[in-house]
């Protein structure tokens, strides 16, 4: 058989065609290693994502509002006001069902490696739970954690310590405010608290176990300096021993404020929404407004556990309400004097 130019010249010129498809390239569906650096004076600070979930706005979101006797109490939102939760996601282009991220922030003071939060580990399942990868992924051992700080014991932020009853951090001391501890290692309150609260209880006891075991769970109070450059700032009202942590180094300040914010849209706007795994609303509001107007005074920084991956951004004040600005994206990473 004689081999003919002619033949193939279609496929030829289809081939040189700049239009034409070279080959079908499969879709990878996964995101790149959830983590962001940046520098605060000394301290390198890295945002770690642990994953993201669905956050049920329309059944745990509540509002504090002054009742017809004078009384300020909590009401559902999607009952008191229909459509606004919808209306203030719209306006940042989201809707329900609304992603929402768990972050953790890990701070090297060129001393000590230190933790703060460890996302959920295991109590929720495979959205989540891979901090422990995205901790490598930005080139740190989980064996080199010094301390994890704890802002408070709800699973999405304890679960992470020890996935599966196992510890993760074998070198690491765990820091917790004392008042969470003795809140959620009481079996009393365990059999009084909302039914929806009850599995935190248990998910806390398997989570602190094994350090526990060892010894490697020590408690703080308010205001305690746990390292230099860090101190526990008391935060109530989403659970009773809910701590920030007040990180500076040379001057320049970054407050990691675990569930001050739970959806940026729609608590930026209406500090008076609140959700129901708040212990107290009424504090919660409180101390969420008091740091919102306090971090857009003095220009520090924040760490959010549950704002848009890496949840590091400033605060806004502007025609009486707040608004949140993300940090901006940046390859340069450089200690102040260099």
Known sequence: MRFSWFATLPWLLLLASPDAAVAEAPQVRTQAPGFYRMMLGRFEITALLDGTHVFPVPTVMTRNETQAGGERRAVMLSDAHPGLADALLAGANLGIPLEGSINAFLINTGNKLILI???????????????????????YRPEQIDEIYLTHLHADHVGGIAPNGKPAFPNAIVRVNQKDLDYWLDAKNENEAPKFL????????????????SGRVRTFVDEQELSPGIRAVPTPGHTRGHTSFAVVSDGQRLLVWGDLVHVAPIQFPEPNVTVTYDSDPMSAEAKRTKMFAKSAQDGSWVAAAHIAFPGLGHIRSADGHFEWIPANYTTVLKPPHE
């Open 117 to 139: 939060d460890s996302g959920a580990g295991s109590l929720y399942g495979a959205c989540c739970g891979h901090l422990p990868e995205n901790l490598q992924a930005a080139g």
């Open 198 to 213: 009850r599995p935190m209880f248990e998910g806390d006891r398997a989570s602190l176990k094994p350090y526990m075991d």
